[in-house]
C-alpha cells in the first residue's frame, strides 16, 4: 500500500509516493504555474503522480496499490477538499479534491501545509509519540500547526492555528493581512532580514553589511545568523532582538495551551541549536508557571521531506 503526497508550494509542486513506514520511495516535481487554467494545473499534477507510478522502479508504484491522495497548500481548505483560500495560486473557492477526482477515482484529502508539516513531525519526526505539540514555520511568513490527541486541531470554523497573526505589539509594524504589529512582522526572516536592514543603515561597518558584499538587498537571515555566530555586536544585537519576539511569541503559546513540545521549521531554523538553545533559555522568564515542568522548543527534523509525507497521511 502507497500514500501519495503532494506539497503545493509558490514556486513548485513536489509529488511523492510514501509506503507504510512513511518512508518516500519514489518523488518528483513540477514547477507552480499561474499562467495555466487550475484544470491544467491539475493535469499536469496528475500526469506527474502517473509518472512516478513506475512499477519496474519498485513493486508496490501502481495505481492500484494507491489508497489515498494529499495534497499541502499555502492556503485553507475545507473538508470536502474544497481550497478557500490559496493566494499564490489564486484558487479560491477551487473544488481541488473533485477535479482530481474526475482524474484518479482515490480518497482526496487537501489541508494547510504548516498542518500538514506538524503532522508529518508527529508521526515520523521530532515529536513522534507525542500527543500534542506545535510545529511554527519560520520563513518567508510564519505559519502553525497545531496538534492534539494525534489530529490537526485547525479550530470548529477551520480558521484556527493563525499564529503568526497573533498581534505582539499594538500600532506596530503593518502586516499583508491588514493588520499591524502581528507575529510575522518580528519572527520571520523577513522580519530579521528588515530589522537588520535598518541596523546597517546606522552602522555600516557592521560584519553584516560586508557578508552581504555591501548591499543592504543581499542581505538574508543566514548572513544575520553567521554574523552573530561570528560575535558581530551589530548582528547579535539583531539577533538578540529577533530572539526576544520569538521567546515572547512562544511564551504566549505555552501560557495559553501548554504543549507537550513545540516545533522549528522552515528557512530561520536551519540556524539550529543556536536558534533553539536561545528560545528555551528565554522563553520560561514569561511564562505564568515556570518553575514547572515547560515544553521544550526544538528544531523540526523532517525539513524539506516534511511537506509530502505529512499530505500523504492526511485521512
Ligand atoms: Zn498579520
Known amino acids: 500500500m502507497i500514500r501519495i503526497g503532494l506539497d503545493i508550494g509558490g514556486t513548485g509542486i513536489q509529488i511523492g509516493a510514501v509506503d507504510e513506514n512513511n518512508k518516500i520511495i519514489a518523488q518528483d516535481s513540477i514547477p507552480t504555474r499561474t499562467d495555466i487554467s487550475f484544470e491544467e494545473q491539475v493535469d499536469r499534477m496528475v500526469e506527474c503522480i502517473r509518472r512516478i507510478l513506475n512499477p519496474s522502479v519498485h513493486p508496490e508504484l501502481t495505481l492500484e496499490h494507491v489508497v489515498s491522495i494529499g495534497a499541502g497548500i499555502p492556503g485553507i481548505a475545507d473538508d470536502n477538499g474544497t481550497v478557500i483560500d490559496c493566494t499564490n495560486l489564486g484558487w479560491k473557492y477551487t473544488p481541488l479534491r473533485q477535479e482530481f477526482q474526475k482524474r484518479i477515482d482515490k480518497p482526496f484529502f487537501v489541508d494547510n501545509d504548516a498542518n500538514v508539516a506538524a503532522l508529518a513531525e508527529s508521526v515520523a519526526g521530532k515529536s513522534a509519540g507525542t500527543s500534542s505539540s506545535v510545529f511554527i514555520t519560520l520563513g518567508t511568513g510564519i505559519g502553525a500547526g497545531i496538534i492534539l490527541n494525534g489530529k490537526i486541531w485547525k479550530g470548529f470554523h477551520g480558521v484556527g492555528g493563525e499564529f503568526g497573526h497573533t498581534i505582539l505589539e499594538v500600532d506596530g509594524v503593518p502586516c499583508s493581512c491588514g493588520n499591524r504589529g502581528c507575529v510575522e512582522q518580528y519572527c520571520s526572516a523577513t522580519a530579521i532580514i528588515r530589522m537588520a536592514r535598518e541596523a546597517v543603515a546606522v552602522h555600516p561597518d557592521s560584519l553584516i553589511l560586508e557578508m552581504a558584499q555591501g548591499d543592504p538587498a543581499r542581505i538574508n537571515a543566514k ?20 530572539i526576544t519576539y520569538l521567546s515572547l511569541s512562544v511564551a504566549n503559546l505555552v501560557n495559553f495551551m501548554d504543549p507537550e513540545i513545540i516545533l522549528l521549521g522552515g528557512g530561520v531554523s536551519k540556524a539550529g541549536s543556536i536558534l533553539s538553545d536561545a528560545v528555551n533559555l528565554e522563553y520560561p522568564k514569561y511564562v505564568l508557571f515556570n518553575t514547572l515542568p515547560l515544553p521544550k522548543v526544538e528544531i523540526a527534523a523532517l525539513s524539506s521531506e516534511a511537506g509530502i509525507i505529512g499530505a500523504a497521511m492526511l485521512s
Open 223 to 242: 548572513i544575520v545568523i553567521d554574523a552573530a555566530r561570528e560575535a558581530d555586536p551589530i548582528a547579535e544585537k539583531v539577533f538578540r532582538r529577533y
